[in-house]
């Protein structure tokens, strides 16, 4: 199998307005709704979370549904907080060296942000919409 190098490219970073109780995931929703373009010609949603939990996966289906990305490859990562990001490029070199899956889009929703070991520009809010494309 061929390597594949992967461009990285983030679309929305933010963090909830003070005070307000909206969920990263309805942030996300919205940001993703208003920039429809960025979601054109997706094969793979993912979700990077910070807990492995039920909660995650159906974050993940509710992305997709309130989108209609119904035919993307839906993955969420969790259980390792903003370290979730580089075990989803992992896999997604293996799933774009195949050819099959060109786009990804990538939300990484996590409250305990940490910039530690994050293959990003820096990126100091807990919600990033990201762009995953093969070089």
Known sequence: MMKTELTVNVLYSGAREDGSDESLIDIAIAQMEANRQWLADV???ILCYHANTN???????????????????PLTFGHSGSQAF???????????????Y???VC???????SQSGLPLPAQGNPLSVIEIMPL
């Not at 996966?57 to 309130?66: L, N, P, S």
């Not at 939300?107 to 942000?113: G, K, L, M, Y």
């Open 43 to 45: 094969d793979v949603l």
């Open 55 to 73: 909660h995650a996966e159906r974050a993940c289906a509710k992305i997709r549904r309130a989108l209609d990305l119904l035919d993307t490859l």
């Open 86 to 100: 580089p075990h989803a490029l992992t896999l997604l070199k293996w799933l774009m060296a195949g050819g099959e």
């Open 102 to 104: 060109r786009r990804a």
């Open 107 to 113: 939300v990484v929703a996590d409250d305990n942000f």
